[in-house]
């Protein structure tokens, strides 16, 4: 039996977001009002209330706020085991991801990571990420 990866349904908000990611490029909704970043793209800023927003690239670059390690997925297509994490994005906003960086236990709260892809199909690239080490970060 084959099953298949539960997927994202795209809306009007949320399309320009997974059409970015298919090219390898992070976006987020930046507030025209107030200049706040958040996630997930809503119809209002959540910070001002401001109407009025746009998508943005991200750096890609944060630190982990928050990680665990997922032993029984969602769904029995999704492999596991494998980390899930928020990460607090340089820009004000944060992120609910993977870290793909290979583990056997949760990346420490306030390490630095960097935008990764994982490519799921033809039509779908799912934004992860990796760790930056300090021999690793620009200097």
């Known amino acids: 039996?084959?099953?298949?990866?539960p997927l994202p349904t795209p809306s009007e908000l949320t399309a320009p977001?997974?059409?970015?990611?298919?090219?390898?490029?992070?976006?987020?909704?930046v507030c025209d009002d107030c200049s706040r970043s958040f996630f997930t793209p809503q119809l209002i800023c959540p910070h001002c209330l401001g109407e009025k927003w746009s998508y943005q690239t991200s750096t890609g670059r944060g630190s982990v706020y928050s990680s665990t390690i997922v032993h029984r997925p969602p769904s029995p297509a999704i492999p596991a085991p494998y980390e899930l994490a928020i990460v607090d994005?340089?820009?004000?906003?944060q992120l609910l991801t993977n870290?793909?960086?290979?583990?056997?236990?949760p990346t420490p709260i306030g390490t630095r990571v960097e935008v990764t892809w994982t490519e799921i199909d033809e039509n779908w690239t799912f934004p992860a990420f990796h760790t930056i080490y300090p021999e690793d970060a620009p200097r």
């Open 99 to 105: 870290i793909v960086t290979t583990r056997d236990e």
């Open 1 to 5: 039996m084959h099953l298949e990866r």
């Open 89 to 93: 994005m340089d820009e004000g906003w």
């Open 17 to 29: 977001f997974w059409a970015a990611a298919r090219e390898h490029r992070l976006i987020r909704p």
